[in-house]
């Protein structure tokens, strides 16, 4: 049976509940990050209604060939709600701004305005960030070269192998990629260089400031940034967070 049919009977089923247990299934649709009582019908429906919807959507994107870009707006959303399901419920999923589709963790900052585009589930209704005072200038700043996301994440699988070969558990692991900006090295957390150009695949282009300042991609899709890292090369643990050179392989699309 295929999701979408499922989907449609738990609905229904929903539908006729007692009033209580409605009201935990439509509370369970309404904040789709959180995981539901074991006890309440209505709040577990919810829940696998969630589960249903996020496949359908993952389906929908594998089938249009942009199931890596939606993967890649996941982890994104996955972090928003992380960072900030308690203190600011209505940056914890997508939120509208601008004629865009937003997501933001404090990390990581990505604007959709394409429709072709399938974004993770909405944050609660609220007041978001002003994304536009940070994105403000970005564009004009000097340009910078990057690396290809699948060079990026092959090089992120080898130094994670390398790392539990070394008894490293996988949440102490976190590998640094150093990009060559005009200004100086610029350093990332490199699994958040990564989603960024996942997130926006067709990038044509991409700038930076100085040491400190964020990296920016722009595409047809939207465009999105990543804040840097404060690096210190004599007390970086090599094991832990290794450092990837990506002006190895910078593809020099990179045009302001």
Not at 143 to 168: D, F, H, M
Not at 208 to 221: E, Q, R, S
Request: aromatic share 6%; proline share 6%.
């Amino acid at each position: 049976m295929k999701p979408e049919k499922i989907l449609e009977i738990i609905t229904r089923a929903a539908d006729a509940l007692p009033e209580d247990d409605r009201a935990l299934f439509q509370f369970m649709k309404k904040a789709p990050y959180l995981h539901a009582p074991a006890w309440t019908t209505g709040a577990m429906l919810g829940e696998l209604s969630n589960i249903l919807e996020r496949e359908i959507s993952t389906n929908a994107a594998k089938k249009s060939g942009r199931l890596t870009q939606r993967r890649a707006l996941e982890r994104i959303y996955k972090a928003t709600v992380a960072k900030n399901a308690d203190c600011r419920p209505a940056m914890a999923g997508t939120f509208e701004q601008d004629n865009a589709r937003c997501l933001c963790d404090g990390y990581r900052a990505i604007r959709i305005k394409s429709q072709d585009v399938e974004m993770p589930a909405s944050a609660m209704t609220g007041d978001p960030m002003d994304l536009s005072s940070v994105f403000d200038g970005m564009v004009s700043r000097p340009p910078v070269s990057l690396p290809s996301a699948e060079w990026l994440k092959a090089e992120i699988k080898i130094a994670a192998a390398n790392a539990r070969a070394q008894g490293i558990k996988p949440s102490r692991f976190g590998a640094i990629a150093k990009i060559q900006a005009a200004q100086g090295p610029v350093y990332i957390n490199a699994q958040y260089l990564l989603d960024m150009l996942e997130a926006i695949p067709d990038y044509n282009t991409a700038t930076t400031g100085n040491a400190y300042a964020p990296v920016y991609i722009a595409g047809a899709d939207g465009d999105a940034l990543v804040l840097p890292i404060r690096f210190n090369a004599d007390k970086n643990d090599n094991a832990k967070n290794p450092v990837i050179d990506c002006s190895r392989e910078a593809e020099g699309r990179a045009t302001a």
